[in-house]
């Protein structure tokens, strides 16, 4: 570590939101809220443990003596305790930003930023609230104080890693996993006859989304695939199980054998 360097946590100036936490805790401080690092840079310095800047909205300039970086929000910054850095701002646009420090190196692999530098994640604006939540979390857990504090704010730190993960746009949800999650709760929800606001529900989806899911997905209208796989179940009840009409009907949530009936028949002729 070059001579002249300080090692500390500079704390925002008086006014700005933060808290300042002691060693024997696995988090060393908390910031959040909007930040003019023109007015008030933060100094070339090396902290006591990993940063995790999350630049919500603006952009700063981060500075890490061989090279200088504009960033523009969202984006996760996770600064190694060994990378000597400072942030001043380019422009006078609102910066919004949350901030944990963290004794060591971060528990998730794939966020580790080389010894003695930082790793920038862009993040998806959707999953921002996700973040906000979990800071939140953070303060409130470090005003209860209980003797829990250690063991929550190690399972938060795991979160708030998984969350970035989550939120990068290099790692978005996969449609497959997503459709055979629907699929998976479909085939254990047949006896039901309004599928759509529990689906909505389950997936956090509005209609107007759901309904366009499934026209990607299928082609099809989600009533139409949902009614074909009932048939599905109840043909193979039937010819495979040798259950009676009546019994797979009402297994089936329909109100009367006759409904089920009629729609195997239909379900016959178009064929």
Same mark, same amino acid.
């Given at each position: ?30 910031? =959040? ?35 200088t ?7 996760a910054?996770l ?31 794939e966020?580790?930023p ?17 973040l906000?939540?979990?800071h ?49 709760? *479909? ?5 039901i ?11 956090? *989806?509005s ?23 009932? *048939? ?10 040798? =259950? ?17 009936s ?10």
């Amino acid at each position: 570590m070059p001579a002249g360097i300080p090692k500390k946590t500079f704390l925002p100036p008086p006014g700005r939101p933060s808290w300042d936490g002691k060693s024997d805790l696995p988090l060393l401080y908390l910031g =959040w809220g909007n930040r003019d690092f023109g007015r008030h840079p933060l100094a070339f310095h090396y902290d006591l443990g990993t940063n995790y800047h999350l630049l919500l909205r603006g952009e700063l300039v981060l500075n890490t003596g061989s090279a200088t970086r504009i960033v523009r929000g969202p984006t996760a910054l996770l600064i190694d305790s060994e990378c000597a850095f400072s942030i001043t701002q380019s422009s006078r646009a609102r910066v919004e930003i949350l901030v944990w420090i963290w004794q060591g190196r971060p528990l998730t692999a794939e966020l580790c930023p080389a010894p003695g530098s930082y790793s920038a994640v862009p993040l998806r604006k959707d999953r921002i609230a996700s973040l906000v939540a979990l800071h939140t979390r953070c303060r409130d857990e470090v005003a209860l104080a209980d003797g829990c504090l250690n063991r929550t704010l190690l399972a938060l730190r795991e979160l708030i890693e998984v969350e970035i993960l989550r939120s990068s746009r290099a790692t978005p949800q996969t449609t497959d996993t997503r459709w055979t999650l629907t699929r998976t709760w *479909m085939t254990a929800n047949l006896s039901i006859n309004s599928p759509v606001p529990a689906l909505c529900d389950y997936l956090r *989806m509005s209609p107007s989304t759901l309904h366009r899911f499934f026209a990607r997905q299928t082609g099809q209208s989600l009533g139409a695939y949902f009614r074909n796989l009932k *048939m599905q179940e109840a043909l193979r009840l039937i010819r495979d199980e040798k =259950w009676q009409v009546k019994e797979a009907a009402y297994h089936l949530g329909y109100q009367h054998p006759n409904d089920l009936s009629r729609a195997l028949a239909s379900s016959v002729k178009s064929t």
